[in-house]
């Protein structure tokens, strides 16, 4: 019997939502597969597979998906699986390298833009400032919801945290216990690059109620620190009249 000349795995990170922020070779790759995980992007001719999660419904377990990563690869296929953000930023891509590594199949990573850092940046809010802010976390926000990580918060003068709106009250309560002060100033940033992003900011003590009447829809990613301050200040009451204008023209559903 003639022998199937294995495929390839790439793990491609989308970006934060906006399509338009793949990067040139997770696009490229794209085009060239055989096999995608979700139809993000329309005219390929790849076979399509949505093994997403909605309202908490995973259609895929991770070992099924796992199990569909190895299959394809091994019928010769060029799989890309397409993970938002970037594909190693908890995403549990480490889960599916150890699965492609112990089946022997040849993969290859194309990182993409984490939410973590690119949702702030593109609404003009730096989670790095000359005198503000010279270090940067990120967190998972379900960190101790599950019960088995109690770690005290990592030392960072900006704090951001994925996976978080839903665990808002969660996080505020873990960082009033740890002593952080009630009026420092925490902002939401939900669907980030999308046409519905939105922005919420307010104090330690009021942002859960503040982001319950927004109504706000996760995707969102929770910030903290004093570069919120700087974000708030400048977008809000420093700016001149034309400066706001360009804000807002580039801003103009936050507000
Ligand atoms: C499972 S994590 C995956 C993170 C992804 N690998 C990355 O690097 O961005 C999903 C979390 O990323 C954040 N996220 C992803 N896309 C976002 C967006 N467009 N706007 C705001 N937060 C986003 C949210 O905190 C969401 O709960």
Known sequence: MKE???GKVYLVGAGPGDVELITVKGYNVLRKADVINIDLLKGLTAETIFVG???KIHYYTQEEINDLLVKFAKSGKTVVRLKGGDPLIFGRGAEEITALVKNG????IVPGLTSGTSVASGIGLPLTHR???SSIAIITGHRKNDGEDSRSLPKADTLVFLMGLSALDKIVEDL?????DKDSKVAVISKGSLKDERYVSGRLDEIVNLVEK??????AIVIYGKVVNWYDDMLKSRCSEKEKALLNNFASNLF
């Open 176 to 180: 009033l216990v740890e002593g952080f």
């Open 214 to 219: 927004s109504k706000m829809a996760s995707p």
């Open 53 to 55: 999660k909605k309202k």
């Open 105 to 108: 199949i040849d993969f290859e």
């Open 4 to 6: 199937v000349k294995q």
């Open 131 to 133: 005198d503000l802010s």
